[in-house]
DNA sequence: CTGTTAGCGCGTTCAC
DNA sequence: GTGAACGCGCTAACAG
């Protein structure tokens, strides 16, 4: 094992422990022949010293945490890139939780809150209930959520509202009346109202505005992926009179809806308009229609703004929120509804 | 801050700290009634034993550090998946590295082989040179490789010849003989012999097998990317006599000569047939033809090697070497060439 | 400026 | 069976 200690360094520099600790961490007090001749026995013994031990003597890890329903989505990785990347830049290191089920999340809740391992902690897209809020406040360690929503809890989010009537109204201005809705399951086990939910309302609400009544059988949830999608698509092109445009939550169920519509011969946009949600990499490959969101910047946002709190930082409004901008990002796949 | 400790409960319980350690940890010999007065205690102060100090004692951290070029490409992500469920399952940690350019890099193996932090590494794809290993090797930390090789470590591999050959064979047995090569650079900055080096080789090697002499001008390489990918499949459609078929070394590449092929109004694949590398979750939205190499799988493999070796277990060849399958993905991006 | 000492919070001996 | 003391490697506070 690594075994030399900042003591062996002492005594082949023929100095205290003390000395040899003010060099490593660059104090200023230390005359140049000493630093010289310690700096000298540390590379001798290719000394290393020992963060463990370190962290201890500190009370402090550098380490931070981020909870996310990890490498399932292509927008986590968008985010998790920002978030990576401001971290690197303050030297704190990341430690990923993976956390797809209810019965990991609820570990990771318990065991997370010690307050010692982690400096800091990111939450990502699954917010905490009231009770883990509690707990996570309680154990006094700071957390920013991204993409999540919390009263108690600085967060950067978009205004998924707004996303939905966005995104409708621009099928509505091309001049489609039947539209329908594809989403995730609004009633997520980790009962919280989904950015899903939200959009929904967005939908829900540009038709209200336009007066165009509210089909209950052109709205429809499942397990997000592709293939539910694509399933959900294809129940609303056989309906007898399917809708004309879709609007999907995501753009991985748009993708889905695109394989229906290949399907059923129909070709985008002529014949069906499709407009997806998030802008991932894929949605330029596609040439989909889509609701832009700033999914790295979500990243670089939430992790300066905990380092900022890490430092001590405190806020005007006692938890920030950082709300950032949607925007249509208009490509090939919606077009006015087909003449008859 | 959390500042319970171990003391504050034995004092709760009146009995010593030993005993409590030994609550804590499972150890036979406590009486149940101490057991209980400890337990209580532990509850009523809501203490949690510090994870930070338990190592130092211990000299085991419960850390595996990932290395890896992170969040970049969608393979990586999938190999991720891999290693973070083997992981999970035996309660480690994951503490992930994103590591893009070379200063980073440096660092990294600078920093890492501390022996105390990390009870394990795995370096996924840019593997580690003959200085670094030694280094690595010295500090006596477990170490896999996936997706790269040296000699010094296990490791879980492709055979990346064996694909290139098998990309470039399905071509040549559609009728191609005006076969195309693009990929990243060759040399890369990592002084290593990169898969798309062996993949060339094995492209080399169906064409000569077949023999069809080898046109310099239909092998191009550049920086890894979509639009990197496009250029290239651009200059080689310009061609006086061009390629009919264009093998890219991997997924992102072959989507970028997709993009060149609609620009060049090419048909897929009557005009042009493209094949892949990887079979990324994109190359099934796009219908891609491609190799597929089992990303998910090699996470997982590596993993377990990693996991047993911490275990002590030994290996009868002394490093072991998992050498995963490929095979070919036919969808409906080649076809045989435009008859004349 | 520099050596010494006291913890950081645990696990692990020892004696009892 | 159980408590007290020691040490992990380091930083910080205090003398000198």
Known sequence: MSSTTIRDVAKRAGVGVGTVSRVLNNHPSVREATRQRVE????????????????????RSHNIAVIAPFFIRPSFVERLRGVDTVLAEHDYDLVLYNVEDQAKRDELYHVLPRG?????LLILTLGPDDEEAERLQASGIPVVLIDAHHPR?????????EGGYLATRHLIELGHHRIAYISDILESPFKQ??????????????????GIDFRPEYYRQDHHGVREAQQMAHALLELPEPPTAIFAASDTQAIGVLRAAE???????QDL?????????????????????????????????????LN?????????????PLRLINRQTTAPPPSR
Chains 1, 2 share one sequence.
Do not use: C, W
């Open 40 to 59: 000298e026995a540390i590379a001798a013994l290719n000394y290393k010293p020992n963060p463990i031990a370190r962290q201890l003597s500190m009370g």
């Open 153 to 161: 809890f600085p967060r950067v989010i978009i205004d998924d509202v």
């Open 263 to 269: 399907e059923h011969r129909l070709r985008v946009p």
């Open 116 to 120: 010692d391992f982690f400096d800091g």
């Open 312 to 324: 001590g930082e405190t806020f005007d409004p006692e938890t920030p929120v950082i709300q950032l």
């Open 273 to 309: 308009s499709v407009i997806g949600f998030d802008d991932i990499e894929v949605a330029e490959y596609l040439n989909l229609t889509t609701v832009h969101q700033p999914l790295f910047t979500s990243g670089v946002e939430g992790a300066e703004l905990l380092i900022r709190m």
């Open 193 to 210: 109202v989904g950015a899903s939910a939200r959009r929904y309302e967005g939908y829900r609400r540009a038709l209200a505005e336009a």
